[in-house]
């Protein structure tokens, strides 16, 4: 076998088993998107009960919260960045993160002080990476988060909200997250999550529908004290999930086009290796006709 | 006309159907809610809440939750806690 023949072979044969593993990840990163819809869809009729709630309390009680307090001199402001904890899912990480990039550049011209807390390993080492200072990390969760977990980043998020600015307390948080629209569309989104606006738009009844007068227990104050820190759960919660399905649909998508860049190279290649092998056999005639020619010659000659 | 009652985790639901009494833990104590009941938000304290199902063949349902909120309005119960689990001995729905 020819050198250049055997040159192709073996790149066509490393190019199969690369297929074959982004293949894997691509059957994986399905399978998984599946049940992060259903968790998505599983965890609606938590936020939507809360999220009628708390339009309940806003709309019937005059009651301020610090939660919703807006600070009149905003200097701080923390940055929550919902980035993967693995990569191979295409642009999905870099997209969150210039896109936290540009907030951050934002706030910065508007003269605060940015504080950022980072969810997920690619971001986290983004930031490492650069000796930029992070005032919270979470990993390990990414491509499945528990509510426990958005549990911990809310509380870490609300105590900084509520700590003073000397204690390195915050005057507005923002989410950048992933917006999942379907499989094919992703969003790289910013949320102000806090102080809380609670959005009305969807979440407001119709007209002819009108919310009752609620009786709140044991007081107006402690309803609201209660329901606002679930709130920010949950909206947290949501993101999570939302960039959870993200990741997974651009890692689908990634190994998909992996895919078939690598059955491209492989036909490419079964080409050209086709080509060696002809023009080797076409070398050999050539040899063959040429030495039987030339001993024709020898022989006529003498 | 029966309670519409949902009892909701974060991560999922866990029980939905028709009862004819809810009795949950507020911080105050406990509260139990029949239909006609007026609108009411409430904040739980961690503790028991019973739901005893409209039809009789479906068993009583004691689930624990973890603290949360409930809220009723035109005789729809939602109860809210981030962690609720269904006891033992009661039907799954």
Known sequence: MGAQLRVYRSKVKSVQSMKKITRAFELIATSRMVKAQQRTAASAPYARAITRAVSAVATYSNEDHPLTKEKS?????????????????????SNVIKEGERLIELLRGEGKTVVPFITGRKGIAFYKFRHREVAGEWSGFSDAPGFEQAKDVADRLIEAFLAEEVDGGVDEIHIVYTRFVNMVTQVPEVVRLLPLEVVEGDTTPSPDEVLPLYEFEPSPAAV????????????????????????LAARQRAMKSATDNAEELIRRYSRLANNARQAEITQEISEIVGGANALADAGAGS | MPLQVELVSADRRVWSGEASLVVVRTE????????????????????????????????EVHAHTGGGFLSVEHD???????RAAIGAGSARS
């Open chain 1, 224 to 247: 609201l004290d209660a329901l606002l820190p679930k709130y920010v759960e949950s909206r947290i919660f949501n993101a999570l999930l939302a960039s959870a399905a993200s990741e």
């Open chain 1, 73 to 93: 001199e905003v200097t701080r402001a923390a940055v929550l960045l919902v980035t993967s904890d693995r990569g191979l899912a295409g642009a999905y990480s």
């Open chain 2, 76 to 82: 729809r119960v939602t109860i809210v806690a981030d």
């Open chain 2, 28 to 59: 105050d104590g406990d509260m139990g809610v029949m239909p006609g009941h007026a609108p009411v938000l409430a904040v739980l304290a961690a503790g028991d809440v019973k739901i005893e199902p409209a039809s009789s063949d479906r068993d």
